[in-house]
């Protein structure tokens, strides 16, 4: 934390780093559980296939892809073909390209901490940032960092822990994972909470599910996209009043 | 493991600039000295409700709901969260709430 502050040049007002810290735990907490169980369900598959839990944490570290490593382990176990590997994984995140778009404000002038927050950006961070306003005495920049940084963390060790002692766990974890579902849901009820958020929030749940019927599981989210997309645009003017 | 070190690293790299890349994309298409379209900003302000729905569909997106259980824990646990969150707002509760009714019934009711 110490390194972090010097880095950006900013001196050390006691307590900062605390603040932002105790502010922004609480909030991925759900993001804890959820990310751990799914991190370890990670570690345990890749060591099925028979890459360590070097290889399982070398991954999170770096790709950080979440629903994408999943597919990458079925990637590990054929032919080896980078190409299909990038391409697959620009399609299955593209996702994150309206996560851009939403924060493009709030990740505005935050400095050298912006490389880290863009690099880390997921689901479940992008939810929390986009929903939860920081408390009056934290800078929200040092509340995005610690959420970022939080879930981010969670991930790692859920995988390493996954990967080193998988296979001695007797806990039953089936279900644990609904807490990422419980958290968009009640991510979702706070942003109905203004009601003239309500007609995106219909347009968003209508449109997924329209996909989903149309194009199945596998298919749902680029279809899905499109189509939000196309709405968002064609209802423009009477959304905006 | 089926491919060698070597290779096995080229994967993640290539997963890595992928997942990047979508991440990366918006940011650098609008970067922060400029002001972006208003178009942009407009999407940046309906987009999170709209997403959030789209998420909380993906969730559920493997749930069959014409076999046995038939979606009734998601429907029920999901239903737990928005009762309990509209009686006490409290998102840790809501969830923790959710997610052990959750557990309960996929592991003992309907299992």
Not at chain 1, 77 to 104: C, E, K, W
Not at chain 1, 184 to 190: A, I, Q
Request: contains cysteine.
């Amino acid at each position: 934390m110490e390194r972090t502050e010097q880095m950006n040049g900013i001196g050390t007002q006691p307590g900062r780093w605390r603040l932002a810290a105790k502010a922004a735990f609480p909030v991925t907490i759900p993001v804890l559980t959820g990310f751990l169980c799914l991190g370890m369900a990670y570690g345990v598959l890749m060591q099925s296939k028979g890459y360590g839990p070097f290889w399982a944490v070398l991954m999170s570290a770096i790709a950080f892809g979440g629903s994408m490593q999943f597919v990458a382990i079925t990637l590990l176990t054929t032919a080896f073909d980078p190409v299909q590997a990038f391409l697959l994984s620009i399609m299955v995140n593209a996702r994150h390209l309206f996560y851009g778009l939403s924060l493009l404000e709030k990740y505005r002038g935050l400095g050298k901490v912006r490389a880290f927050l863009i690099y880390t950006l997921c689901d479940e961070t992008f939810s929390l940032i986009s929903t939860v306003d920081p408390p009056l005495e934290v800078a929200p920049r040092d509340f995005y960092l610690c959420i970022s940084l939080m879930d981010y963390l969670y991930w790692i060790v859920g995988t390493a822990i996954g990967g080193i002692l998988g296979n001695f766990l007797t806990f039953d974890t089936t279900g644990l994972d609904f807490a990422l579902t419980a958290l968009f849901v009640v991510l979702f009820l706070e942003q109905w909470k203004k009601r003239e958020n309500r007609p995106a929030g219909i347009i968003g749940i209508s449109c997924a599910v329209m996909s989903l019927l149309v194009f199945g599981p596998d298919n749902l989210v680029i279809p899905a996209m499109v189509l939000m997309m196309a709405v968002l645009l064609g209802g423009r003017k009477t959304l905006c009043t | 493991m089926y491919l060698t070190p070597m290779q096995t690293l080229l994967m993640i790299l290539a997963v890595a600039a992928g997942t990047q890349l979508t991440r990366w994309l918006p940011f650098l298409l609008f970067p922060e000295n400029r002001c972006p379209p208003a178009v942009v900003t407009y999407l940046g302000r309906v987009l999170p409700t709209a997403v959030m729905g789209l998420l909380v569909v993906y969730c559920l997106k493997s749930v069959s709901v014409f076999q046995a259980p038939y979606g009734l824990p998601e429907l029920v646990a999901v239903a737990a969260v928005v009762i309990l969150h509209k009686w006490k707002g409290n998102v840790l509760l809501s969830i923790a709430g959710g997610t052990v009714l959750y557990m309960l019934l996929v592991q003992a009711v309907f299992a």
